[in-house]
């Protein structure tokens, strides 16, 4: 995903991994996460590192998934979940990919946008 591509390329805001976070992070760039985070995130954009963990709900645009997540996740367009991922919670997203290796626990609801309402693309 291209999109996902630039998402790690624009990345604003660092939690490092040995970092421990409590609270509520809003920002209207993107965050990385590598360590730890107990609280929600409201960001533009949101990538989660393979050793990182989110206890929180999370509200974005785009995210990458890599590393642990125990909350619901809100994504107006893309959810990317890599190998390795663990998330125990509802998610919501335009478009979604799991990849083979990641494990999901929860329920899923794609966003239907009007304008893609009975299109096909090949």
């Known amino acids: ?6 998402l790690l390329e624009s990345v604003e805001t660092l939690i490092g991994e040995n ?30 590192g393979q ?19 125990k909350g619901n996740i809100d994504a107006s367009e893309t959810i990317e979940i890599l190998p390795h991922a663990n998330i125990v919670g509802d998610i919501k997203a335009n478009i979604l990919s799991i990849a083979q290796g990641a494990c999901f626990y929860g329920k899923s609801e794609m966003i239907i946008k009007e304008n893609n309402i009975g299109e096909q693309k090949e």
């Open 1 to 6: 995903m291209s999109k996902n591509k630039n």
């Open 19 to 48: 970092a421990v976070f409590e609270g509520t992070i809003t920002t209207d760039k993107v965050l990385r996460v590598d360590g730890k985070i107990t609280g929600n995130i409201n960001a533009y954009g949101v990538v989660v």
């Open 51 to 69: 050793k990182a963990e989110v206890i929180g709900d999370i509200k974005t645009k785009n995210i990458i998934i890599s590393g642990i997540v």
